[in-house]
């Protein structure tokens, strides 16, 4: 099976690292071939797929006055590849992958959606693209994955093409998630939290979808009921150089309570040292932090934005967005059980992500989709493939 993958760029982020470890599975397999174009640079998954031996190709897209060389590039470039597949990922390489490979031959078109946060106003070009995909949704792509329930939801709302959507999550190496009690102690020590702390944790970067306020807001209540509380912070821009977030701390007096790490590369180390992980967001899609602490043994305490709520199922605690004292008391409450009920809810968790979302499983889902379209059978649902 040979697949071809169209993507707007390859920096780390959601989509491209999921398209990583889609490809590192099938690595060594003779049954699959899989090739990449970026329309912008190479960027740092890039250059990571091309250490792995995957092809990779940079059509250095720079603005919309590039998009007819990209796209002649890509029409030449998919009828010399010849794939039994063209699987794009995200709005623009929806759009223009689609389009190239109609106009390149029979190739088969599996556009993916990731997102929820749909641009709503405005003349943005993510906006347009987007209105641009949902006409062209019903004859350019022959399959619409998205990544979870709510963001099938959101753009069936946008006049996407229901009947070629279905939900195909994102899947994780458990692997690199293994908890490590000595890993643990030095990390914590590293933070400066107590063995008598209880850390509780969030990750993300510094955005208006994840709601910090929120959060910020919740464990004031916290720190003000329970004084073993600690508060540690992970993502782009949670730092001290961001004055918006030490002003809210400020504000409250939180600012002793709460450890500001910025953007890590080792986030599953630094997951090791929470005993509780939070999310705080009023959007999301398919949250890969939640699947990420879950599969470190952590008990998750969430809003209900995205899929967070289907993710965390019984071995969490779900509360709605947009209320920190309903958040602040699912934390409190997940405090009062103890460590032990705390680590039965971890273990629950961790064998949650296991039987759902294992890189494993998740690309068994991918090849009943490959095989299905290649094989010309037309798309039926998500539970047939999932047989």
């Known amino acids: 099976m040979n697949v071809l993958h169209v993507i707007i760029g390859l920096n780390v982020g959601g989509a491209e690292l999921m398209l990583k470890r889609l490809i590192g599975e099938h690595q060594g397999n003779p049954n699959y071939h899989h090739s990449v174009i970026s329309l912008t640079t190479v960027g740092k998954v890039g250059a990571q797929l091309q ?4 092809e990779v190709r940079a059509l250095e897209m720079r603005s919309a006055l590039d998009i007819p060389r990209v796209l002649w ?39 993916g959606v990731r997102g929820s946060a749909i641009p709503q106003s405005g003349l943005s070009m993510t906006k347009m693209v987007v209105t641009l995909c949902s006409w062209t949704s019903h004859f350019l792509p022959n399959a619409i994955v998205c990544c979870a329930e709510s963001v099938r939801i959101a753009h069936a709302k946008k006049g996407y093409d229901q009947s070629k959507m279905i939900v195909i999550t994102n899947g994780y190496i458990l692997a690199h998630f293994n908890r490590n009690p000595i ?23 510094f955005d208006p979808l994840k709601d910090y306020r929120n959060f910020v807001h919740a464990a004031t209540l916290v720190a003000s009921n329970i004084n073993y509380v600690k508060f540690l912070m992970i993502g782009r821009g949670i730092n001290a150089e ?18 500001l ?5 080792d986030v599953p180390d630094c997951l090791s040292a929470m005993d509780i992980f939070c999310l705080s967001s009023s959007n999301e899609g398919f949250p890969n932090v939640v699947c990420e602490a ?21 071995t969490g605690i779900i509360v ?28 629950l968790a961790r064998l949650r992500i296991e039987n759902n979302y294992s890189i494993e499983i998740v690309s068994a889902r991918f090849e009943a989709l490959y095989e299905q379209l ?5 798309l039926t649902s998500f539970h047939f493939l999932d047989k």
């Not at 250490?51 to 995957?54: A, D, S, Y």
């Not at 879950?294 to 019984?314: H, K, L, Q, R």
């Open 320 to 347: 709605a967005t947009r209320d920190p004292i309903a958040l602040s008391g699912a934390l409190q409450s997940m405090i009062n059980i103890g460590v032990a009920e705390r680590s039965n809810l971890g273990m």
């Open 374 to 378: 290649s094989n010309g059978f037309p």
């Open 242 to 259: 961001n004055n918006e977030l030490k002003a809210w701390l400020d504000e409250r007096d939180l600012a002793h309570k709460i450890v």
């Open 261 to 265: 790490l910025g953007e890590r590369s």
């Open 51 to 54: 250490e792995m031996g995957v």
């Open 73 to 111: 590039q890509l029409v030449r470039l998919i009828r010399a590849a010849r794939p039994s597949i063209v699987q794009t990922w995200m709005y623009h390489a929806d759009l223009l992958g689609g389009v190239a490979t109609r106009l390149a031959g029979n190739s088969k078109v599996i556009w």
């Open 183 to 205: 890993h643990r102690q030095q990390i914590r020590d590293d933070f400066g939290f107590s063995d008598d702390d209880v850390v509780i944790g969030i990750v993300g970067r």
């Open 294 to 314: 879950m599969a470190m043994n952590i008990p998750c305490v969430v809003t209900d934005a995205g899929d967070a709520a289907e993710i965390v199922s019984d």
